[in-house]
C-alpha cells in the first residue's frame, strides 16, 4: 500500500478550551490528536449541493469541526426532499436549501463558519469559486454539473470527493490531477465521456433508498477528513462501490488514462452531456404539444392514442385519464409497436419529456410521422390542469 497523502491543510495556531471541549473525543484519538483537530479547524471544505449527499455529509464535516463551509445551492426545499434530505426539516418546506441548511449547521456547530453561495455553479463561476477552498466535495445528480466541478477543479488544482446514488447503489472517489508522487488522475480517467442521453435515469426518474444517501455521504465526508489531516489511504485511484442490498463495499482500481485529453478550459456541458440525444431532439421538433395543446385535442375527439412511457411504480401513482401504459424500455426492444394503433395518432408522455422524446423518435423511425410528444410531461400537465394531482 502506498503511504498516506501529505496533509491538505496547515494546522490552526490553537484550540479555545470551548473546542478541545467540543472535540476531545478526537484529541484522543492518536492517529487524529490536537494537531488533525487543529488542521480541520483551518480547512476550507467546498460542498456542491444540499441534497441528498451533501445533508449529511455537511452535518458530519460540522460536527468534526471543519472551520469553515462553502455550500453552493440554489434550490429550495420540495417536500419529496425529506425521505432523504435530513439536513431540513417539515417547517423548511419552500425556504431555500443553503438557508435552511445554515441553519441547522449553526445548530450542530456554532463555531464553524458557514459560507453561501446561492447560485447555479457555472463554467463563468466554477474556477474562481473552488479557488478560495482547500477542497471540493461534489454530490451533485447529473453528469453535466460532475464534468464541470472535474474540469474547474483540475483548473483550479484542488482534490475533489465525489459520490453519487441510485436506488440502492453507490459509489465514491477521490480526484486530483495534481496529487503529489505522480498519484494524479481525474473524473475523465473514470469516465471519458457521458452516458447516452436518456440511458440513465436521474434520482428523480428512478428512485433512490433515502438512507443509502448516509451510507455514502458517510465516506464521502470520511475521505474529506483523511485528505485535510493526511491520516489513512484516501479513495484515490480507486472507486468504492456499494450495494445496500447484498450489503457488501469493494473497490475497484482506478488508473491515468493516457488518453484522456489535457482540461485545459471549461466548455458547455449542457451540450456535452446532451439531456436528450440528437435524434429525440430531431424528432421533437414540430412534433410537441403542451399539455393544453393536449386536452384540447381530447375534448375535439381526434382519434388519438395517449401512451404514458414511464414504469409501472410511477404509473401507480398517478396518470393521465385516459391513457395506456407502455414503458420506454419496450419501445427499445421492439415489442411496443405491434400495440399502436395505425389509425390513431400515438401521443407520448412521462415525467417531464426526457423518455417520451426518445421514445418519440423510436416511432416516428418505425413510420408513426404523424407521433407527437407532451412537453414538461405528466409534472406540467399537473401543474396546468390537475393541481391536485400527486407528484412524485
Not at 6 to 28: F, K
Not at 119 to 124: A, G, I, S, T
Not at 290 to 298: A, I, Q
Not at 372 to 389: F, K, N, R, S, T
Request: net charge negative; glycine share 8%; hydrophobic share 40%.
Amino acid at each position: 500500500m502506498s503511504s498516506p497523502l501529505p496533509p491538505l491543510v496547515e494546522p490552526a495556531a490553537e484550540l479555545t478550551h470551548d473546542e478541545v471541549a467540543r472535540y476531545s473525543r478526537h484529541l484522543i484519538i492518536p492517529d487524529l490528536g490536537l494537531d488533525g483537530q487543529k488542521r480541520l479547524k483551518n480547512a476550507r471544505v467546498l460542498v456542491i449541493g444540499a441534497g441528498g449527499l451533501g445533508s449529511p455529509t455537511l452535518m458530519y464535516l460540522a460536527a468534526a469541526g471543519v472551520g469553515t463551509i462553502g455550500i453552493v445551492e440554489f434550490d429550495v426545499v420540495d417536500e419529496s426532499n425529506l425521505q432523504r434530505q435530513i439536513i431540513h426539516g417539515q417547517s423548511d418546506i419552500g425556504r431555500s436549501k443553503a438557508e435552511s441548511a445554515r441553519d441547522s449547521i449553526r445548530e450542530i456547530n456554532p463555531l464553524v463558519q458557514v459560507r453561501l453561495h446561492e447560485v447555479r455553479l457555472e463554467p463563468e463561476n466554477a474556477v474562481e469559486l473552488f479557488k478560495q477552498y482547500d477542497l471540493i466535495l461534489d454530490g451533485t445528480d447529473n453528469f453535466a454539473t460532475r464534468y464541470l466541478v472535474n474540469d474547474a477543479a483540475v483548473l483550479a488544482g484542488k482534490p475533489y470527493v465525489w459520490g453519487s446514488i441510485y436506488r440502492f447503489e453507490g459509489q465514491v472517489s477521490v480526484f486530483w490531477e495534481d496529487a503529489p508522487d505522480g498519484l494524479g488522475l481525474n473524473y475523465r480517467d473514470l469516465y471519458p465521456e457521458p452516458p447516452p442521453p436518456g440511458m440513465v435515469p436521474s434520482c428523480a426518474e428512478g428512485g433512490v433508498l433515502g438512507i443509502l444517501c448516509a451510507s455514502i455521504a458517510s465516506v464521502m465526508g470520511t475521505e474529506a477528513i483523511k485528505l485535510i489531516t493526511g491520516i489513512g489511504e484516501p479513495l484515490l485511484g480507486r472507486l468504492m462501490v456499494y450495494d445496500a442490498l447484498d450489503m457488501t463495499y469493494r473497490t475497484i482500481k482506478i488508473r491515468k488514462d493516457p488518453s484522456t485529453p489535457k482540461i485545459t478550459e471549461l466548455i458547455d456541458y449542457e451540450e456535452f452531456c446532451g439531456v436528450v440525444s440528437d435524434a429525440a431532439a430531431e424528432a421533437a421538433v414540430e412534433s410537441t404539444i403542451t399539455p393544453l395543446e393536449l386536452r384540447d385535442m381530447m375534448d375535439s375527439g381526434k382519434p388519438l392514442s395517449l401512451i404514458d412511457v414511464r414504469e409501472q411504480v410511477e404509473w401507480d401513482i398517478n396518470r393521465i385519464d385516459g391513457a395506456q401504459l407502455i414503458p420506454k424500455g419496450e419501445f427499445e426492444s421492439g415489442e411496443a409497436l405491434a400495440k399502436l394503433q395505425v389509425d390513431h395518432t400515438p401521443v407520448f408522455y412521462c415525467k417531464t419529456g426526457v423518455r417520451s422524446a426518445e421514445v418519440l423518435a423510436i416511432a416516428k423511425k418505425a413510420g408513426f410521422s404523424d407521433a407527437l410528444h407532451v412537453q414538461g410531461g405528466i409534472v406540467a400537465w399537473g401543474h396546468a390542469l390537475e393541481p391536485d394531482m400527486v407528484m412524485y
